[in-house]
């Protein structure tokens, strides 16, 4: 079921997943009136559940979970991509659902999301599929070394994904992927990583909050940089690489979409996320209007706010390093302390190691000063290695 119907305070939103997405986008929901439902196959107490009005705790393949749930709900998101097909299909028809299935279908699968990206003609590494040893052989030969090879499905923060170089044994790269469909790239030797986060309304208008910049350590974000330290003319791509997403699928919801900015000064797109980002984080603490109340507008029905970016800011994140233990929390003096740091924690109940667990966003006259304050901060609080 889609349709142009707009939505207002009490009506109850349905959120698919459980995590701190959904956390965030309940609470933004909350604060205007809305009620909020989430489904989840976590436990009890998520931490989306633990801002929502109802928590539904079942499997996505369980249609009378689904049903109860969607007896409740006026309008359905989704916080996370990895919702399963047949899950979407059968919300999709019985509510609205937004982003729409075909979307979320596309973007949670590297090989369908590649092959989105060559049909619109929007700028990719070079890739190839492969299925088995001996197309992993004809790929690399084709592509050339160092390439990167990634599982179709169900990748992030650099999980299954491997770097092959001059000396690598194919065979032994591909036993890590034996029985799975994989995307094969071509290396970028790119010079930042950037993003940009925005929102397209069910009338179709869009919404960015501008180009950040992306530091990552092992994979998984370290810190934001907003606005990113990018010439007009690698920002203007940018911009124009996300209205071609945005509009390509149809979309509707905050949606991010990563990009690689190479030493020639051309942006190419690396990964979609169809749903908020960890890199618009910032946008809590420095914009008019965050990325969780933008999709809380499209998925609504209502017009999109104002992205205008207040502050320059950085955005911290707090990986499961920081806790002394699993269960023992850090001493937060020095960020409750700080005058223009702001703590996010996402209510997770363990601290395992490389665990996103909550953010800092600190503002400053700069994004450079805010990137030292930011380095302070978590020099302060410190990290544990086991």
């Known amino acids: 079921m889609s349709d142009k119907t707009a939505f207002q305070p009490p009506a109850t939103i349905g959120i698919l997943g459980g995590g701190q997405l959904g956390r965030m986008l309940a609470l933004e929901a909350r604060r205007c009136g809305y009620r909020v439902a989430i489904f989840t196959d976590e436990a009890t107490g998520c931490p989306a559940g633990q801002i929502a009005d109802w928590e539904v705790n079942a499997r996505y393949d369980d249609t009378e979970a689904l049903d109860s749930f969607l007896a409740r709900v006026d309008v359905v998101t989704v916080e996370f991509e990895n919702i399963p097909d047949a899950c979407l299909s059968y919300v999709e028809a019985r509510k609205p659902l937004r982003p729409g299935r075909n979307a979320v279908f596309t973007t949670q699968h590297r090989e369908r999301e590649k092959l989105f990206l060559r049909s619109q003609n929007i700028p990719c590494a070079p890739f190839q599929i492969v299925e088995d040893l001996a197309g992993l052989e004809r790929a690399v030969a084709g592509l050339g070394r160092p390439c990167v090879v990634k599982t179709a499905a169900f990748g992030y923060d650099g999980k299954g994904q491997a770097k092959i170089g001059p000396e690598s044994?194919?065979?032994?790269?591909?036993?890590?992927?034996?029985?799975?469909?994989?995307?094969?790239?071509?290396?970028?030797?790119?010079?930042?990583?950037?993003?940009?986060?925005?929102?397209?309304?069910?009338?179709?208008?869009?919404?960015?909050?501008?180009?950040?910049?992306?530091?990552?350590?092992?994979?998984?974000?370290?810190?934001?940089?907003?606005?990113?330290?990018?010439?007009?003319?690698?920002?203007?791509?940018?911009?124009?690489?996300?209205?071609?997403?945005?509009?390509?699928?149809?979309?509707?919801?905050?949606?991010?979409?990563?990009?690689?900015?190479?030493?020639?000064?051309?942006?190419?797109?690396?990964?979609?996320?169809?749903?908020?980002?960890?890199?618009?984080?910032?946008?809590?603490?420095?914009?008019?209007?965050?990325?969780?109340?933008?999709?809380?507008?499209?998925?609504?029905?209502?017009?999109?706010?104002?992205?205008?970016?207040?502050?320059?800011?950085?955005?911290?994140?707090?990986?499961?390093?920081?806790?002394?233990?699993?269960?023992?929390?850090?001493?937060?003096?020095?960020?409750?302390?700080?005058?223009?740091?702001?703590?996010?924690?996402?209510?997770?109940?363990?601290?395992?190691?490389?665990?996103?667990?909550?953010?800092?966003?600190?503002?400053?006259?700069?994004?450079?000063?805010?990137?030292?304050?930011?380095?302070?901060?978590?020099?302060?609080?410190?990290?544990?290695?086991?």
Not at 237 to 246: F, I, R, Y
Not at 276 to 286: C, F, L
Not at 326 to 343: I, M, N, Y
Not at 351 to 368: F, P, Q, S, W, Y
């Open 169 to 386: 044994e194919l065979a032994d790269v591909w036993s890590g992927f034996e029985g799975h469909h994989a995307v094969v790239e071509q290396w970028v030797p790119f010079v930042m990583e950037v993003s940009v986060v925005g929102a397209r309304a069910v009338d179709g208008s869009t919404a960015t909050h501008g180009v950040v910049e992306n530091i990552h350590d092992r994979h998984i974000l370290d810190v934001t940089l907003a606005p990113a330290r990018v010439t007009p003319a690698i920002e203007k791509q940018a911009l124009a690489l996300w209205e071609s997403v945005a509009q390509g699928l149809q979309y509707v919801g905050t949606m991010a979409v990563e990009m690689f900015v190479t030493a020639e000064g051309k942006v190419l797109v690396n990964e979609i996320a169809p749903r908020p980002h960890n890199s618009g984080h910032y946008t809590i603490d420095a914009c008019v209007t965050n990325q969780f109340q933008q999709q809380l507008r499209a998925v609504t029905g209502q017009k999109l706010g104002s992205p205008r970016q207040h502050s320059p800011a950085v955005m911290l994140n707090l990986l499961g390093e920081v806790w002394p233990s699993e269960t023992r929390q850090p001493d937060w003096t020095p960020v409750l302390s700080h005058p223009e740091a702001k703590l996010h924690l996402y209510g997770k109940q363990l601290a395992k190691l490389r665990r996103k667990m909550g953010h800092i966003t600190v503002l400053g006259a700069t994004a450079d000063a805010a990137l030292a304050e930011a380095r302070k901060l978590q020099g302060l609080l410190g990290s544990r290695t086991a």
